[in-house]
């Protein structure tokens, strides 16, 4: 595995069209956005809770940085209407499902970006609160990188309880205590050698990375060592996964890209990535799209689509400050 030179930077419209395309095609399938309430609970009741999750956390990146256009974003309001509101029932299946799986952090996850969207359930806290103080929750076992994430979202909802830091918590220090373990003992914080990496690892890369600069929020939460090895190391992955036609994952490297304090918004990588999209807006996982019945198509592309738009308002918004001047 080599390391390349600065590559061409892609076209501010293409990284927007991507975006755009995926917006249509995500609000045309929302019924996909399913769940099974009559599943029984050993099979995974709470599964199918996690891409609407995705499309909230999706939402919320879209919403914050402010380069959608007007009918991209007034699309992806009405499809978080759809999945909060139809498929949610309002949070009430949210409380179904933490009673269903008590320890489960699952519900909280979900519940979370929603909230910070202005969508909200006491219920829900309230169940998700009196769980997390069992023993359970703490005994809860998950990958680092998972455990990173989780600590993320405790703080950030801490935060948004006590807006002007006034009235910290023992849980908000203990957020930040499980943040920095986690973060130890993630694949990436260790650097190992750069060809040891494969698609599991890469997905745990790529997550390290949204966790550690809040979704894109602040590049600057990378510590310099991490940002460093990036820099050097994520150009040869993107040309790696671009050659295996690995689009759902590529785009997961190009929103890393997009992370970076100096991202390159490599123009080979965006031009293919782009061109691996359907003229409808899905996004094939790999290579090209999936054959089989409406809902097994949706489970395989839907995720790959919503990555295509993360990827996309990240990129647009770094070269639009590009053009302004501003940093990162």
């Known amino acids: 595995m080599t390391t390349t030179t600065a590559a ?3 076209a501010t419209s293409l990284l927007h069209s991507v975006g755009a395309q995926a917006a249509e095609w995500l609000y045309a399938h929302r019924d996909g956005f399913r769940l099974e309430p009559g599943v029984d609970p050993e099979t995974g009741f709470l599964e199918r809770f996690k891409p609407i999750g995705e499309v909230a956390m999706i939402g919320s990146v879209l919403f914050r940085e402010g380069v959608a256009g007007s009918r991209q974003a007034d699309l992806v309001r009405r499809l978080l209407d759809h999945v909060w509101h139809e498929t949610l029932d309002s949070g ?6 933490q009673r269903i799986e008590p320890i489960s952090p699952i519900p909280f996850e979900v519940y979370l970006p929603f909230r910070e969207l202005g969508y909200a359930d006491p219920e829900v806290e309230r169940a998700v609160l009196m769980n997390q103080r069992w023993r359970g929750w703490a005994a809860f076992e998950a990958k680092p990188v998972r455990r990173l994430g989780l600590a993320l979202f405790r703080r950030r909802f801490e935060a948004a309880a006590a807006p002007d830091g006034a009235g910290r918590t023992e849980r908000a220090d203990e957020a930040d205590a499980d943040f920095r373990a986690a973060l130890r003992e993630t694949w990436l914080a ?8 494969e698609g599991h690892i890469g997905y745990d890369i790529t997550h390290t990375v949204f966790h550690l600069t809040d979704w894109g929020r602040n590049p600057r939460g990378l510590p310099d060592d991490l940002a460093r090895y990036l820099a050097l190391w994520l150009p040869a992955w993107l040309d790696d996964w671009l050659d295996l036609e690995r689009w759902d994952l590529l785009g997961e490297l190009l929103v890393v890209d997009a992370c970076l304090p100096e991202p390159t918004l490599d123009a080979r990588a965006w031009e293919a990535f782009a061109a691996a999209q359907r003229r409808d807006g899905a ?3 790999v290579r090209t799209m999936p054959e089989g019945s409406p809902d097994e198509v949706f489970d395989i592309v839907y995720h790959p689509t919503l990555v295509a738009a993360f990827a996309s308002t990240l990129a647009t918004s770094r070269a639009m400050a590009r053009l302004t001047g501003d940093p990162a």
């Open 8 to 10: 061409a930077t892609a």
């Open 283 to 285: 996004m094939p996982a």
């Open 190 to 197: 260790r650097r190992p050698e750069p060809w040891t990496v």
């Open 92 to 97: 009430h299946l949210l409380v179904r499902g």
